[in-house]
């Protein structure tokens, strides 16, 4: 996307399709078959993937003229804060509500774009899948700050602005699965994930979140931790919000190496 005059120009189309076609993956429910239905709807500018998403599910007919459901997905921020919209657009994990039609267009070529559930977690119906196991690896590494009553504890501890700027970086993740869905070694019950790792390194670097780092190293630590990540990168290649996750697994990995050890000179 150019710059002119410090500021973004949009990505337009010069010959703009009449109409664009939406092929998507659907499943009635968890375990069942899946199939493919095509859908068309009139082309206008500045339309998002959810615009369109919401205009086929007025009017639930596919391209041949059968009626069908409506197609099921998920939102609720609209501007890619929450994450709960991702899902496969053309081949690549994105936010469906900043997945601009025009861009995806330029970008294929074409008039039709492809939508498929995130292959990585329980598809529950048609894009919507459970992410419950991206929640319960925050439990697994313990990915919070313990609070120890209500009570006023004073001023904080100080923090250098080098550090604050770091742990924005790693905060900026909405959990929305992008990381997981790229990568190739994260599958059910095999690899933590670059997502977890990251938060972990988050409250590891917090004052007060060091005083149970070694819950969240030794979470990071069993069979599914982070010695299963096979250094693709990917994870850092589609993160949206570009949260710093290669730079949160070598670190993070270092203090796991170190604690493992020297922490015996601590009991």
Same mark, same amino acid.
């Given at each position: 996307?150019?710059?002119?005059?410090?500021?973004?120009?949009?990505?337009?189309?010069?010959?703009?399709?009449?109409?664009?076609?939406?092929?998507?993956?659907?499943?009635?429910?968890?375990?069942?078959?899946?199939?493919?239905?095509?859908?068309?709807?009139?082309?206008?500018?500045?339309?998002?993937?959810i615009s369109a998403l919401m205009d086929i599910r007025k009017n639930p007919v596919t391209k041949d003229g059968r009626q069908t459901t409506p197609p099921v997905w998920d939102m609720s921020c609209l501007e890619q804060v929450?994450?709960?919209?991702?899902?496969?657009?053309?081949?690549?994990?994105?936010?469906?509500?900043?997945?601009?039609?025009?861009?995806?267009?330029?970008?294929?070529?074409?008039?039709?774009?492809?939508?498929? *559930?995130?292959? #990585?977690?329980?598809?529950?119906?048609?894009?919507?899948?459970?992410?419950?196991?991206? =929640?319960?690896? %925050? /439990?697994?590494?313990?990915?919070?700050?313990?609070?120890?009553?209500?009570?006023?504890?004073?001023?904080?501890?100080?923090?250098?602005?080098?550090?604050?700027?770091?742990?924005?970086?790693?905060?900026?993740?909405?959990?929305?699965?992008?990381?997981?869905?790229?990568?190739?070694?994260?599958?059910?019950?095999?690899?933590?994930?670059?997502?977890?790792?990251?938060?972990?390194?988050?409250?590891?670097?917090?004052?007060?979140g060091k005083i149970t780092i070694d819950e969240r190293l030794d979470g990071l630590m069993g069979e599914d931790g982070i010695t299963n990540?096979?250094?693709?990168?990917?994870?850092?290649?589609?993160?949206?919000?570009?949260? *710093?996750?290669? #730079?949160?697994?070598?670190?993070?990995?270092?203090?796991?190496?170190?604690?493992?050890? =020297?922490?015996? %000179? /601590?009991?």
């Open positions: 996307m150019s710059e002119t005059n410090g500021h973004h120009e949009k990505k337009r189309l010069d010959n703009p399709p009449q109409t664009i076609e939406f092929k998507i993956q659907r499943r009635e429910k968890l375990g069942g078959e899946t199939r493919w239905e095509v859908f068309e709807i009139p082309y206008r500018r500045n339309l998002n993937v929450c994450g709960i919209c991702t899902m496969v657009i053309d081949g690549r994990a994105r936010q469906s509500c900043s997945a601009l039609v025009d861009d995806l267009l330029l970008a294929s070529g074409s008039n039709t774009i492809t939508l498929q *559930p995130m292959s #990585k977690f329980p598809n529950v119906r048609d894009l919507k899948v459970d992410r419950t196991r991206m =929640f319960d690896h %925050l /439990k697994q590494v313990h990915a919070w700050v313990e609070l120890d009553g209500s009570h006023d504890l004073g001023p904080g501890a100080q923090i250098s602005n080098e550090t604050a700027q770091e742990r924005y970086a790693f905060s900026r993740c909405m959990t929305c699965g992008c990381c997981l869905e790229a990568c190739p070694q994260y599958f059910e019950d095999n690899y933590i994930g670059p997502q977890a790792i990251a938060q972990a390194r988050l409250f590891n670097m917090h004052p007060t990540c096979g250094n693709a990168q990917n994870c850092v290649q589609v993160c949206p919000m570009s949260v *710093p996750l290669t #730079k949160a697994i070598y670190e993070t990995n270092r203090d796991i190496t170190v604690n493992a050890l =020297f922490g015996w %000179l /601590k009991k």
